[in-house]
Nanobody
Framework: QVQLAESGGGSVQPGGSLTLSCKTSGSIVSGGAVGWFRQVPGKEREGLATILVGPGAGRPLYAQDVKERFTISKDTTENMVYLQMHSLKPEDTAMYYC?????????????????WGQGTQITVAS
């Protein structure tokens, strides 16, 4: 089993920055992929970035829309995955989720990820 817990959401003004944290535990700590997704009501869950969490993992994968503003990173000693977000826009307002899959394959398709956290809300507004 895999457990995920997000933290770090909140309200921020346009142009601001936030860092989300995802605490992972269970089988994922030995390898696999963790991704960040977001969803607004009435829309499909959108993949933002994924990273392989096993040893010697390769480069992260980003959605084109956020690759210049968002950075995914990991701390394998603490079993944490982070999403640093800069230059936030009102359209970044959403519920943000971290998700995990046990096979070490990057991807941004939410259907590929079996395990999900509860989500953390980000609101970008003046």
């Amino acid at each position: 089993q895999v457990q995920l817990a997000e933290s770090g959401g909140g309200s921020v003004q346009p142009g601001g920055s936030l860092t989300l944290s995802c605490k992972t535990s269970g089988s994922i700590v030995s390898g696999g992929a963790v991704g960040w997704f977001r969803q607004v009501p009435g829309k499909e869950r959108e993949g933002l970035a994924t990273i392989l969490v096993g040893p010697g993992a390769g480069r992260p994968l980003y959605a084109q829309d956020v690759k210049e503003r968002f950075t995914i990173s990991k701390d394998t000693t603490e079993n944490m995955v982070y999403l640093q977000m800069h230059s936030l826009k009102p359209e970044d307002t959403a519920m943000y989720y971290c998700a995990a899959r046990l096979d070490p394959t990057r991807g941004l398709n939410a259907a590929m990820f079996k395990y999900w956290g509860q989500g953390t809300q980000i609101t970008v507004a003046s």
